[in-house]
C-alpha cells in the first residue's frame, strides 16, 4: 500500500510560449522547484489553464513530465473533462504512471444534472479504468465548474468504491461546506467508515478508507488542519509553498507529538503563519488569480514569457503589472 | 459564394449503443431522415450531448457522415471546446468538408472572462482555420454555458472578421434578447453593414454580410422571422421538423411575394401554425428535453435503443416514459 498524498499541492501553472503552445521546459523546471519546496503537483488543475488545453496537450504534458523524471508519486493530475471517454484516457494514464492520484471535476457543461447522473459518470470512470492502484480525488469548485459534488454523491461513490475514492479538493470557498464533508467523511487511521454497504465492484484492493480533504485556499489550511483534514491545494502554492508547508507541518507536529494541542502559545505560533499566508493570499485575490500569479513568476524570476496566458483569459494590463509589483514589494515577498 | 444555410436545423440527436459508444448507424439513418423533412443538421449541438463526446469521437462521426454520403452543404456541426486547439482541429475539419457553417460555444469552463478574452479567442480561430470558407455561428446559451455572447463581442467580431462570422444561434430563451442581435446586426440583402472599420485580417472574400440570427426554440420562429431572422435551430426539429419547416416555409412566403404582409388572415394563418409548434415544444419541455426527446424516437420508431443517453445525463424514468407516451397520445403525435 503506498503512502497517500498529503501536504501542500500547487495547481501547477502552465507556462506558454509565445504562440501559445505549452512550454515543456519552463513547466518541467517549475515542477522540480516545486518538489524542491515540499509542494505537490496537482498539474491541470484550474490555475493550470487545464481547460483551455486540448486533452491530448494535457496527455502530452504529463507524458514529458514523467519522461524528465518528476516524481509521479507527488503528483495528482488533473483529468476531468465533460466526457466520460476523455476522462478515463487521461485519468488510465496517470494510474500507468504511477501517479499519486487524480484531481477531478464533474462534467461540467450541462447543468441541473441528478445526482444519479453524476454517480453514472463517476462510476463507469472508476468500472473504466479498472485499476486498483487508482484514487480519485473530487474537485468542488462551484464558482467556475457550477456543477458541485454533494455529500450524498460522496456516500454513494465511498459505499460503491471506497479504495478508488481517495478525498476532495473544496474549492467553494466556505468552510461551512469543508466542515460538512470533514465531519460526514473523515476517518482517521485506525478509525472504520461507518458507511453503509459496500459493494464488491470496487476494483482496489487497499484497505486504507480515509476521505481526505484539502481545501482550495491556504486561507483554511489551519482551520482543515485541526479538524483532521489532509493539507491544502492551492493556486498560491505555485510562489508561496514553502510558507504554506510550515504552517502543514507546524500544524501537524502538534498532532502527532502529544495527540492534543501542546499550549496556548503554539496555537498563537500557528495562527501567526496563517495570518502571513493570508496576506499573500488576499493581494493575489484582489487580481485575475492565475494572470497575476503568472505575472508575479515573471518579475520573481526576470522571465517575462511567464506572462503568457491562454484566451479566454488576458494577461495583467500594464497599470496591474505596476500595482502588483509595488504590493509585492511592500510586503518584502520572494517566491519560495 | 455559396448560399447561406436557412431554415429549420436540428441540433441532432446522437444515438448511443448499449456501452455508450456512438451509434453510427442510427445516427447516419436520423440524419437522412431529417434531411428528408427539410431539416439541416446541427450535429454536435447541446442536444446532441456532444459535450459528452470526446473531440476525437465528434471528429469521427463527421468523418462517417461525410462517407455515408450526408449533405454538408446542410450541415452546421458544433465545434465549441474550451480549448482553443480542439476547437480549430474539428472546425478546420468542418470546412474542408464544405460544410454549411460551424456553431461554436464560446469556451465555458473559466467564468467571469472579458470580452476581450472571448474576442481573442475567437479571433485566434479565425485565424488559425484561415480559411475563407468559414462561416461560425455564435452560440449563445447562458443557461448552459454561462459563458454567453454580447452586442459588444458580436460588433467587435464583425469588424474584424465581416465573412467568417456568418450568424448566431440565440438559446437566452429571451426574446428581448435575439431582438436586440436582430436590430443590431441583421442585414438584409443589399443593405451594407453600418458598422466600423474592417480589418483586412479576413480570409475571407465572401461579400455577402448579413449576420443570421437563429432562435434556439421554435416558439420564437414565427417572431424571429418577422424580424429578419434566419430560422431555427431547435432541440425539438429532431422529431417535429414538418410542422417546424412549414411555419418556416410559409413565414417566408409573406415576405417573397409582396414585400409587405398580406393579409390578417394570413398572419392568422401563421399564429395558428406557431400555436401548434408550441403545444409539441411545451410538452417536451415538461421533461429533461434530451433524454424525452430520444424516448419520443424510441416511442414512435418503436426502437427502444434510442432511449439511451451519456452520464451525466439520465434516461427518463418509467414513470415518466409512461406519462410522455400518454401526452403524446392525446395530441395525435406523429414524428414528421
Given amino acids: 500500500m503506498t503512502q497517500r498524498i498529503r501536504g501542500v499541492v500547487a495547481p501547477v501553472l ?14 518541467i523546471a517549475h515542477c522540480k522547484w516545486l518538489l524542491s519546496q515540499n509542494c505537490g503537483l496537482a498539474v491541470f488543475g484550474t490555475t493550470s489553464e487545464a481547460n483551455s488545453l486540448a486533452a491530448e496537450e494535457r496527455s502530452i504534458l504529463l507524458d514529458a513530465l514523467v519522461a524528465a523524471g518528476v516524481d509521479t508519486s507527488r503528483m495528482m493530475p488533473g483529468t476531468g473533462c465533460c466526457s466520460i471517454t476523455e476522462t478515463v484516457k487521461l485519468t488510465a494514464q496517470a494510474v500507468k504512471h504511477g501517479c499519486a492520484g487524480v484531481l477531478m471535476l464533474p462534467p461540467f457543461y450541462y447543468k441541473s444534472v441528478s445526482e444519479e447522473g453524476l454517480y453514472r459518470y463517476f462510476s463507469e470512470v472508476v468500472q473504466r479504468v479498472g485499476d486498483a492502484r487508482l484514487k480519485i480525488y473530487l474537485y468542488h469548485i462551484p464558482p467556475v465548474a457550477v456543477i458541485g459534488i454533494t455529500t450524498g454523491l460522496v456516500e454513494r461513490l465511498l459505499a460503491a468504491y471506497p479504495n478508488a475514492i481517495a478525498g476532495m479538493k473544496d474549492s467553494s470557498g466556505d468552510w461551512n461546506n469543508t466542515k460538512t464533508f470533514l465531519d460526514a467523511f473523515n476517518v482517521r487511521a485506525g478509525r472504520a467508515v461507518s458507511l453503509g454497504a459496500r459493494r464488491s465492484s470496487d476494483p482496489g484492493t487497499d484497505t486504507q478508507t480515509s476521505f481526505d480533504v484539502f481545501v482550495g485556499s491556504e486561507s483554511f489550511l489551519l482551520a482543515n488542519m485541526r479538524n483532521g483534514g489532509a493539507g491544502t491545494i492551492s493556486a498560491t502554492a505555485n510562489v508561496n509553498p514553502a510558507a504554506i508547508h510550515k504552517l502543514y507541518a507546524e500544524s501537524g507536529k502538534l498532532k502527532t ?61 500594464a497599470e496591474q503589472v505596476k500595482t502588483l509589483a509595488a504590493e509585492l514589494n511592500t510586503i518584502g515577498f520572494k517566491m519560495g
Fill in 257 to 317: 507529538e502529544s495527540g492534543k494541542r501542546k499550549t496556548q502559545r503554539t496555537d498563537h505560533d500557528l495562527e501567526g503563519l496563517q495570518a502571513k499566508l493570508n496576506v499573500v493570499r488576499d493581494l493575489f485575490g484582489r487580481y485575475p488569480m492565475i494572470a497575476a500569479l503568472k505575472q508575479a513568476i515573471a518579475i520573481c524570476a526576470n522571465d517575462p514569457a511567464w506572462r503568457t496566458v491562454r484566451p479566454p483569459l488576458v494577461e495583467l494590463t
Fill in 14 to 27: 502552465t507556462p506558454f510560449k509565445a504562440d501559445l503552445s505549452p512550454d515543456r521546459e519552463r513547466f
